[in-house]
């Protein structure tokens, strides 16, 4: 099947069937080298090359990362910057020096860092988001260095506390932590070949900074003036969001990157193929009736404000990636976004008595309790019955102490997560505003005067 060929599109790939056995590939028709790679789990993209050297043509191919890392758009234009590289045949020449050859007892930062990156963070498949993470703390925030022998920051301890320091007071005391950790685990990785490099890793000489858990979820007593705040959100796909994020508990870069594709209503479930970790951590979220009325109506408003990139994603947005990319919102207009929710959601689960295990399973964390037993409990056994009901749980306890019915018969904004989603735009239920930058309102409005209807019915 290596001779399918078309025009490469989100929409286009979204609709190639992943491999019963082996992979095969369709090459775009718009850039030649350029095809995407279809396995039996994964697609990926990637780019076909040569260069001619003293005579000998030299064929390259690169993996440029899967389609749920990359949009098509940007994949396209990675591959140009490959392909050219491969041309010149600085990309292979790069590529041997830097991940296959020897290193030796002068390797420096930057040749550290890029076996690091090949050898350990691409090779065991790490996400996009996490390598993204450890560049920035390489490049950015060590780039004086980049260029500096390990072998004399072995020597020098020194040199590494001092960087700790100033880091601490520029950057913060989080973001000084996280980059010693990066460089601690570069060193280590770089002395596991190069025996020449001082055993000690000189991040033991750092002091560091104490981090404390921040003290930002929600209990039940506060739900009804958060649901009062999401409701009063302009855009209703990202008050959708939002919910779904309280909803879950899952990190909020996976869900944005949450696929039509990925749905499946029929076994209530949301698949989660590239969360924090990579795709060996790949999850199902298994879908409580409220989350699915959540989802719905966030595809619906979807359909209805961005047509065309609701077509592939879950979230939809008016961007480049055509999904939501930046999920903060101004504070004084929704005090609690982001990993506030995820933590919520687990405190909110031990309100509602749902046990350790469980609550570890449902956030896709590792299980390591007390007894050895529970490591080997298999998730996926546990999906489609024990899990769903824990979840459903969680999402009533949610739904009821946010949504109270109000006594007064006026304001409804709490009352939104209950609503249908052929409900959205409705006069007297859906409380988002109009957003004037669109011009007319959302949806079909219910005229004024009409009844409302029951609110079980709903």
């Known amino acids: 099947m290596s001779d399918l060929k078309a025009t490469l599109s989100d929409k286009v790939i979204s609709r190639l069937p992943l491999s019963d056995k082996g992979q095969y590939e369709v090459r775009d028709t718009e850039l030649r080298g350029f095809f995407v790679r279809v396995g039996t789990r994964t697609k990926a993209f990637a780019v076909l090359g040569e260069h001619w050297k003293d005579g000998k043509r030299h064929a390259k191919k690169v993996t440029l990362g899967t389609t749920d890392e990359l949009t098509t758009r940007d994949a396209r234009a990675r591959a140009k910057d490959v392909l050219a590289k491969i041309a010149k045949g600085e990309y292979a020449e790069a590529a041997a020096k830097s991940a296959d050859a020897p290193p030796s007892a002068d390797i420096t930062l930057r040749q550290a860092w890029t076996r690091y990156k090949v050898a350990h963070l691409e090779r065991k498949g790490r996400s996009a988001g996490t390598i993204a993470g450890y560049q920035d703390h390489v490049e950015r925030m060590l780039a004086d260095w980049l260029d500096k022998p390990l072998k004399e920051l072995g020597e020098n301890p020194g040199l590494v506390s001092q960087r700790h ?239 109270p019915a109000p006594k007064d018969g006026g304001k409804r904004e709490r009352f939104w997560p209950r609503l249908p989603s052929r409900r959205i735009g409705d006069d007297v239920l859906d409380p988002t505003p109009p957003d004037p930058r669109l011009g007319v309102p959302i949806g079909p409005r219910r005229k004024k005067g009409a009844t409302e209807p029951d609110a079980e019915a709903a």
């Not at 858990?213 to 008050?239: Q, T, Y």
């Not at 749905?263 to 298994?286: C, E, V, W, Y």
């Open 165 to 403: 320091d100033e880091l601490t007071k520029s950057a913060g005391p989080y973001a000084a932590n996280g980059c010693m950790r990066t460089l601690r685990a570069v060193y280590n990785h770089a002395r596991r070949g190069v025996r020449g490099l001082p055993p000690e890793n000189p991040v033991m000489a750092v002091d560091w900074n104490e981090e404390k858990r921040r003290d930002v979820a929600m209990g039940a007593i506060d739900m009804p003036a958060w649901m009062s705040e999401a409701g009063r959100l302009r855009n209703p796909v990202r008050r959708e969001f939002h919910l779904f994020t309280l909803l879950s508990g899952s990190r909020p870069t996976a869900l944005k990157l949450a696929k039509v594709q990925h749905l499946n209503f029929a076994d209530r479930i949301l698949h989660i193929p590239s969360p924090k970790g990579g795709s060996k951590k790949a999850f199902d979220i298994p879908l409580s009736r409220p989350m699915i009325r959540c989802l719905v109506r966030a595809m619906r408003a979807g359909r209805m404000l961005y047509p065309e990139a609701a077509e592939t994603w879950v979230f939809a947005a008016d961007s480049e990636e055509g999904h939501i990319v930046e999920q903060k919102e101004d504070r004084a207009t929704l005090s609690k976004w982001g990993n506030d929710l995820r933590h919520t959601y687990r405190t909110l689960g031990q309100a509602a008595g749902l046990s350790p295990v469980d609550m570890h399973l449902l956030m896709n964390h590792s299980v390591r309790g007390a007894n050895v037993n529970e490591g080997y409990i298999t998730r996926s056994k546990l999906l489609n019955d024990h899990l769903r009901a824990s979840q459903q749980t969680l999402s009533d306890y949610i739904i009821a102490a946010g949504t």
